[in-house]
């Protein structure tokens, strides 16, 4: 995989790490960053000797949103700076997208605060470790900006209608206890133990057996949008399709014979 200038991209054991790397700008999302976020999250999705990824950030944050000095140089540069923000938007709507429908275990390792498009990106995955530090906060209204990245999508979908709403107007940041009732995250770890507990889980995730994972995925996404009905169907569909799958076959073997799983 090429180098980057925005990340630091790692493949060890099965997982790729993703780490986000402005650390002076706390990780704060740029038009060099959101591209090279599109190339690394396509590579992830496609490489099969990829089983698990980690998003993370490097140095304080875990993202803070938008490069808002970007935007500012832009939007006295030229008057439309509209252009740039759509610019901005696809490549970060692309980069979620291919997260979303990624047919492996994504995690957000958040390191630190995690807000507007950090915020997003969080929701976006799969799964979601945060260091008992980490804040979290919507922050696009504070500065003239809809919310974006996903967010509108997911967030009302795991906090509810009327939570959504405060975050969206009043931008109050969320410690990680909160952020842990309300299902933003899924586990908390203090900063001497996070990289361990994040790397434990992801080499867990990459041992399993990912294209069940991937249908798993897939199926629980469409779920958001089908009635139960069609959603049951799905489900008839999607569990028929694994009994022919050498996980499958492998799975129950070794549940007879008392043994662990040994998925390729």
């Known amino acids: 995989m090429e180098k980057f200038e925005t990340l630091v991209f790692e493949e060890k054991d099965g997982v790729a790490w993703i780490r986000m790397n402005r650390p002076d700008e706390l990780n704060a999302l740029n038009l060099p960053m959101a591209e090279e976020l599109c190339k690394v999250g396509t590579y992830c999705a496609t490489e099969k000797q990829i089983r698990s990824v980690v998003l993370t950030g490097t140095g304080r944050a875990f993202c803070a949103g938008g490069d808002v000095k970007d935007m500012l140089k832009h939007s006295r540069e030229t008057d439309r700076v509209d252009l740039f923000l759509r610019e901005l938007a696809l490549r970060l709507h692309s980069f979620v997208a291919e997260v979303a429908r990624m047919p492996k275990p994504v995690i957000a390792a958040v ?26 906060v919507l922050a696009y209204t504070n500065i003239g ?80 949008s089908e009635s139960l009905e069609s959603q049951m169907e799905n489900e008839r569909q999607g569990i028929a399709s694994c009994g022919l799958s050498s996980e499958f076959k492998e799975g129950i073997t070794a549940f007879v014979e008392k043994r662990k799983a040994k998925f390729n």
Do not use: H, W
């Open 111 to 136: 390191n630190g605060v995690a807000a507007g498009a950090g915020l997003s990106m969080n929701l976006a995955c799969d799964l979601s470790i945060a260091v008992k530090e980490a804040r979290f």
């Open 145 to 224: 900006l809809v919310p974006d990245g996903s967010s509108t999508y997911f967030l009302t979908r795991i906090v509810g209608y009327k939570k959504a709403m405060e975050m969206v107007y009043l931008n109050e940041p969320i410690d990680t206890d909160e952020a842990l009732r309300l299902g933003i995250v899924n586990k908390v770890l203090p900063v001497e133990d996070f990289e361990e507990g994040v790397t434990s889980v992801a080499q867990k995730l990459a041992q399993g057996p990912m294209e069940t994972y991937g249908r798993a995925k897939a199926i629980i996404r469409l779920g958001l």
